[in-house]
C-alpha cells in the first residue's frame, strides 16, 4: 500500500464502484458460473474463469450500448463455445439472475455507514437499474445519487459515463473522489477526467487479473485514454492505494 499524506477535507463526495470494490463479483461470477461447467463434466480452474469472462465482457461493453443482461448472457454464451458445452437459455442467464445475490465483502456495509457520516456518496456502476435494485438491498446504506450504464448509455471505461455522472451529480469535479477496485474500468477513465481517485487494491497477492482485464483494449473505448496497449498498474498512477475500505475510513479518520 502506498503510504501518503492525503488531504481528505477537499472532497464532498465519494462516488464508487459497485462490483468489486463493494460487491465481491469474482465469488459471485465463480458461483453461478461453476454449477453450470460442473453439470456438463467441464473442468475449469477459477483464475481462467474469471479472465475470460473479463475479456468476454469487456468486448460486448465496447461499441453501441446493450443491456447488461444481453452482456452477461453473451459472457455466458461464449464461454459454452469455448469450453465445449451447450447451454440451455436458465444457464445462459445464471450470472443475471444471480447478481441480486452476490455478496458484500465483510467490510463494505460497515465502512459506507462510517464514510456517510461525512460524504455525500455515489454509485457509478456497469449495471442497470433493474439488476441494481437488488445489490442495493444487499448494500443497506443508502446512495445520494446512483449513475447506472443504462442511465449513460455506455459503459466504463468509456468516459461518457463519468461525464453523465458529473452532470447527474452537479458539481465541481475538485469535491469528487472516486474509489474504485478496476484500473481498466475506473481508474484510468477518471484520473483522464481529472478526477482524484482511490484505487482499493482488493486482488493484492492473487495470482492473475482476475474478472477486469490487465490492459486496455484497442477497440472503441481505448481512444478515451492515451494509456491503450499498456500495464494499467505501470500507467493508472491513483491518488491513494489501499488494500480494503476499512483502510480507507482509518485514513479518513
Known amino acids: 500500500m502506498q503510504v501518503v499524506m492525503f488531504d481528505f477535507s477537499r472532497y464532498r463526495i465519494l462516488t464508487f464502484d459497485c462490483f468489486g470494490t463493494l460487491i465481491d463479483w469474482e465469488s459471485g461470477i465463480l458461483g453461478a458460473v461453476k454449477p453450470v461447467f460442473e ?6 480452474d477459477d483464475r481462467t474463469i474469471l479472465e475470460t469472462y473479463a475479456q468476454i465482457e469487456a468486448k460486448h461493453e465496447e461499441g453501441d450500448f446493450i443491456d447488461y443482461r444481453i452482456v452477461l448472457r453473451f459472457v ?15 444457464e445462459l442467464d445464471c450470472l443475471s439472475q444471480s447478481i441480486g445475490d452476490w455478496s458484500p465483502f465483510p467490510d463494505t456495509i ?8 461525512r460524504f455525500k456518496l455515489a454509485i457509478v ?18 446512495f445520494d445519487w446512483v449513475i447506472t450504464a443504462q442511465q449513460a448509455r455506455a459503459y466504463k471505461p468509456s468516459a461518457k459515463t463519468f461525464e453523465y455522472a458529473l452532470r447527474k451529480i452537479g458539481c465541481s469535479r475538485n469535491e469528487i473522489l472516486h474509489v474504485a477496485q478496476s484500473l ?3 481508474i484510468v477513465p477518471a484520473r483522464s477526467m481529472g478526477l482524484a481517485t482511490v ?21 472503441p473505448t481505448a481512444v478515451d485514454s492515451p494509456n491503450t496497449g499498456h500495464s494499467l498498474a505501470a500507467t493508472a498512477q491513483p491518488d491513494l492505494e489501499v488494500p480494503d475500505l476499512s483502510t480507507l475510513v482509518t485514513l479518513i479518520d
Open 76 to 90: 455466458m454464451t461464449e464461454m459454452s463455445l469455448r469450453f465445449g458445452f451447450d447451454a440451455n437459455p436458465s
Open 125 to 142: 456502476s456497469n449495471i442497470d437499474d433493474e439488476l441494481f435494485g437488488g445489490t442495493a438491498k444487499r448494500l443497506e446504506v443508502p
Open 110 to 117: 460497515d465502512s459506507l455507514r462510517r464514510l456517510r457520516n
Open 184 to 186: 481498466y474500468h475506473d
Open 199 to 219: 484505487w482499493v487494491n482488493r486482488r493484492a497477492g492473487k495470482e492473475g487479473s482476475g474478472a477486469t482485464l490487465a490492459k486496455r483494449s484497442a477497440g
Open 39 to 44: 453439470r456438463y463434466g467441464v473442468e475449469v
